[in-house]
């Protein structure tokens, strides 16, 4: 099977990335979508009145209470610095689709229709319970219980680490980072550090 | 002067967002997201797992439709 060269790719990715904020005013967050499912299957539809407000009426219920919380004075302060340009709250709620957990299943089912077109049209496609290279062989000795029982393990370590981290390598390791936050840095630095410590390890101890 | 640190839920949450877009609710941040962020409501909610009402301020007031009356 061939592969396109690597920055053809991060070409691609950044083309996706752009096209969900143009088309959705959001950053693209896989394990968020997931997480809104799973939430919706656990805890049932929301319940509260107010959930359906708009971000102009958000806003300006939001100023009311902030008066209530902090007193009129804090409405004086002054404007915080930010980078980002000014947006209008109209401009958001007009722009701003509706996330459902219907535009969530679409957005993941989206996921697996474009990995199947990929093995498609690469001629890859086939079914496996193994990930290809020397070590997962070697740590699963060939028993296909193995194999299961570690990429088990493994999804599960990176669903916990994504929960602990509030967000996945896309939420932030492509929309943090590129937005310089800290805290996406640091998770950023941590999940590929460790990834490369863990496969150094592992490569010399087996 | 050393940087506060900021919430670790800022780039899911969902108010964040809408703060940064209305410069009269800068207080919120500065008073939660900013600084002590884990007495934030909403970060509570996420950081056991439950889902966070899109209407819930950091101090646990869940915001409502303002009555006609209230409207401006």
Redesign the interface.
Same mark, same amino acid.
């Given at each position: 099977m061939s592969y396109l060269p690597w920055y053809v790719g991060g070409v691609g990715i950044a083309a996706v990335m752009v096209a969900h904020w143009l088309s959705l005013r959001r950053?693209m967050?896989v394990s #968020?979508r997931y997480t809104?499912l799973v939430?919706?299957l656990r805890?049932g539809p929301?319940k509260?009145?107010?959930?359906d407000?708009s971000?102009e009426?958000?806003?300006?219920?939001?100023?009311?209470?902030?008066e209530a919380?902090?007193g009129a004075s804090?409405?004086d302060?002054?404007?915080?610095e930010?980078s980002?340009p000014p947006?209008s709250?109209r401009s958001?709620d007009r722009d701003n689709v509706p996330q459902t957990p219907g535009t969530h299943l679409l957005f993941l089912g989206a996921l697996v229709v474009g990995g199947l077109l990929s093995a498609l049209l690469g001629g890859g496609l086939g079914v496996t319970s193994s990930l290809h290279g020397e070590l997962f062989a070697r740590v699963a000795q060939g028993s296909p219980l193995g194999k299961a029982a570690l990429l088990l393990g493994g999804g599960v370590l990176v669903g916990a680490g994504t929960?602990m981290? #509030?967000?996945c390598t896309s #939420?932030?390791g492509l929309?943090?980072v590129s937005r310089s936050?800290?805290?996406?840095l640091l998770s950023t630095l941590g999940f590929f550090g460790a990834g490369v410590a863990a496969s150094l390890l592992l490569g010399r101890l087996l | 002067m050393p940087r506060r640190p900021e919430c670790p839920n800022t780039l899911s949450c969902e108010m964040y967002d809408l703060l940064k877009l209305a410069g009269t609710l800068a207080i919120w941040k500065t008073n939660y997201c900013t600084s002590d962020f884990e007495r934030c409501e909403r970060h509570k909610l996420s950081s056991s797992g439950r889902p966070v009402p899109r209407n819930l301020l950091p101090n646990g007031v869940l915001l409502r439709h303002l009555s006609k009356g209230e409207r401006t």
């Open positions: 950053m967050a #968020g809104a939430n919706r805890f929301p509260d009145e107010g959930q407000l971000a009426e958000l806003i300006r219920a939001m100023r009311e209470a902030t919380a902090f804090a409405m302060l002054p404007e915080p930010s980002r947006v709250i958001v929960r981290a #509030g967000g #939420g932030h929309c943090g936050q800290k805290g996406s | -």
